[in-house]
Nanobody, 125 residues
Framework: QVQLVESGGGWVQTGDSLRLSCAAS????????MGWFRQAPGKERDFVAV????????YYADSVKGRFTISRDNAKNTVYLQMNSLKPEDTAVYYC??????????????????WGQGTQVTVSS
């Protein structure tokens, strides 16, 4: 199994940047596809970004394309979400998640086996 711990959230102004980190332990990190999801107050948890275990493939929600970048450092067992040009609409609890399946739907949350506890991102105008 994998344990995931997010960090890096905080309070920022519109247009600012944050980098979230998700540290993994307990298994072979580079075998896992890693995703980021977020849940805004009163809303469902939605897909944000995903990177394949190899790092060769990434996908982003339309709402964050061009602003957010997912990356991973397998030597540190860590996946990152660089968030630029933040908007109030980005305010949410951000979660990282892991899946080791070959066949999976990167947007379907039930396909992910492991989840972190979340980190709060608040963007004020």
């Amino acid at each position: 199994q994998v344990q995931l711990v997010e960090s890096g959230g905080g309070w920022v102004q519109t247009g600012d940047s944050l980098r979230l980190s998700c540290a993994a332990s307990g298994s072979t990190f580079d075998n896992y596809h890693m995703g980021w999801f977020r849940q805004a107050p009163g809303k469902e948890r939605d897909f944000v970004a995903v990177m394949s275990g190899s790092g060769r493939r990434t996908y982003y929600a339309d709402s964050v394309k061009g602003r957010f970048t997912i990356s991973r450092d397998n030597a540190k067992n860590t996946v990152y979400l660089q968030m630029n040009s933040l908007k109030p609409e980005d305010t949410a609890v951000y979660y990282c998640a892991a899946v080791d399946a070959i066949n999976y739907d990167y947007k379907r949350q039930t396909d992910y086996s492991y989840w972190g506890q979340g980190t709060q991102v608040t963007v004020s105008s």
